[in-house]
C-alpha cells in the first residue's frame, strides 16, 4: 500500500507536507505511510479515499492496476455530494426522496422538524415532572381511586 499512497501523492503534484496538510495529519506520518514503516488506519484510507476521489478496493490491494487508482466521475451532482460526505446507502435514499418532493412538501418537512426541535427543546428546559401531583391528596383528586365492587 505505501507505494500506492506515493503515487496518489505524486499524482496530484503533491509534497508530503500539502498532502498531509490535505488530510490533517502530520508529514512523518505519510513519510512513515511511503516507506512501510507505518501503516495507516482505516479512518485515515477513507479519508485519503474521500478527500482525492481515490478507489478503496485498488489503494488496499492495488486491484485494477493503476488504471483503476481513481473512483470513475460522479454521473450526477447528488453522487459527487455522496461521495464528498462520505454519505451512507440510507442517507442517499433520505437525500434522494427529499430532494424529491414538491417545494410545498420540503418546506413542511422543514416545518415539521423546527416545530418538532423547539417542542423536544421546551419539553427538555422544562421540569419534566411538572404535570406529577405533590402530594397523595392532589393525586386522588386529579386521578380519583376507581371502586369495583366490594372488597373482602
Known amino acids: 500500500m505505501h507505494e500506492r499512497i506515493k503515487k496518489i501523492r505524486r499524482f496530484c503534484s503533491l509534497t508530503q507536507q500539502e498532502f498531509a496538510d490535505r488530510l490533517g495529519i502530520t508529514r512523518n ?14 479512518a485515515v484510507i477513507s479519508l485519503i479515499c474521500t478527500k482525492f476521489g481515490v478507489n478503496e478496493d485498488w489503494l488496499r490491494t492495488g486491484a485494477g492496476g493503476d488504471d483503476n487508482m481513481f473512483l470513475p466521475e460522479p454521473e450526477d451532482e447528488l453522487e459527487a455530494f455522496a461521495r464528498k460526505y462520505n454519505v451512507t446507502g ?9 430532494l424529491g418532493l414538491k417545494q410545498t412538501e420540503r418546506d413542511a418537512v422543514i416545518r415539521f ?14 421540569d419534566l415532572f411538572a404535570d406529577i401531583p405533590d402530594t397523595p391528596e392532589e393525586l386522588e383528586a386529579q386521578y380519583p381511586p376507581v371502586h369495583r365492587g366490594k372488597v373482602g
Not at 506520518?29 to 482505516?42: L, V
Not at 440510507?90 to 427529499?98: H, T
Not at 422538524?113 to 422544562?126: F, H, I, K, Q, R
Open 90 to 98: 440510507l442517507e442517499r435514499i433520505f437525500l434522494e426522496k427529499y
Open 29 to 42: 506520518n505519510i513519510a512513515g505511510y511511503e516507506t512501510g514503516k507505518r501503516s495507516p488506519s482505516d
Open 113 to 126: 422538524m423546527a416545530d418538532l426541535a423547539e417542542e423536544v427543546t421546551d419539553y427538555s428546559s422544562g
